[in-house]
Nanobody, 115 residues
Framework: QVQLVESGGGLVQPGGSLRLSCAAP????????MGWYRQAPGKQRELVAA???????SYGDSVKGRFTISRDNAKNTVYLQMNSLKPEDTAVYYC?????????WGQGTQVTVAA
């Protein structure tokens, strides 16, 4: 079973920053597009950001200019740097590995933005 191991969630004040990390097996990381999704209570899961093996990135409209996704190929780890956090960013954040119709998910990490 493929394991994506997430870390870095927590409670932060509005305007603050957090960095999420997700480690994946090398066999997955080297060929899969890595990404982050989030799901707030009562809402559908939505794409936050994704990065291909070649380093091309894409972002959800609500996080453009505030969040940055990156990958460290030596550590088989993808990061999500979140700046200027807002209360509406509060959600469970999930790491995702995607290749064609194949998806793997992390267990999720809670991010709460509140004063």
């Amino acid at each position: 079973q493929v394991q994506l191991v997430e870390s870095g969630g927590g409670l932060v004040q509005p305007g603050g920053s957090l960095r999420l990390s997700c480690a994946a097996p090398r066999s997955i990381f080297s060929i899969y597009t890595m990404g982050w999704y989030r799901q707030a209570p009562g809402k559908q899961r939505e794409l936050v950001a994704a990065i291909t093996t070649g380093g091309s990135t894409s972002y959800g409209d609500s996080v453009k200019g505030r969040f940055t996704i990156s990958r460290d190929n030596a550590k088989n780890t993808v990061y999500l740097q979140m700046n200027s956090l807002k209360p509406e960013d509060t959600a469970v954040y999930y790491c995702n590995a995607r290749r064609y119709d194949s998806h793997y998910w992390g267990q999720g990490t809670q991010v709460t933005v509140a004063a």
